[in-house]
């Protein structure tokens, strides 16, 4: 395995779950990964709740934008390791063949951009969202890479998206 893995986060709006993946990552995984996130159907626009989870959460948020999976699927593109789907709609969708056929696996989190209700519940949901991805990816960062081989990461990639 490499000592630099680019990992893309894939939801169907990429305006939120695939969103605070893509800025919790690239906070918590530096120097080693960078995050992208891409949605199937993009929304055209950052969630402007989950940009406040972010910022709240002392998280960057400059140069996050709601993009096509397409653009990660060029032959110029950054070569992705790790392919996680963050929504139930992108993991039944087909998605595009990845150059260097990376690693995936499913970590779903209920949507919290459909949630109706008080400014306060939304926010919740939000931060119900935020707390589920960034204990998701507190567990892959802490995987024995260099010690596992590639069954034992997939299986191990899949438990987490269960946890």
Known sequence: ???????????????????????????KGKPNF?????????????NAVALKTLEAAKLPTAGLHSKSWDEFAKPDSPKMNFVFTVCDNAANEICPVWPGRPMTAHWGVPDP???????????????????????????????????????????????????
């Open 113 to 163: 951009a459909v949630v109706t209700g008080t400014p306060e519940q939304i926010d919740r949901a939000f931060r119900d969202a935020f707390v589920v991805l960034e204990r998701r990816i507190g567990l892959f960062l802490s995987l024995p890479f260099s010690s596992l081989d590639q069954l034992a990461l997939r299986t191990e990639l899949s438990q987490i998206g269960k946890s």
């Open 34 to 46: 960078t995050a992208y996130s891409a949605g199937s159907h993009p929304a055209g626009r950052v």
């Open 1 to 27: 395995m490499p000592r630099h893995y680019n990992v893309l986060f894939l939801c169907t709006g990429n305006s939120a779950r695939s969103i605070l993946a893509e800025a919790i990552l690239n906070q």
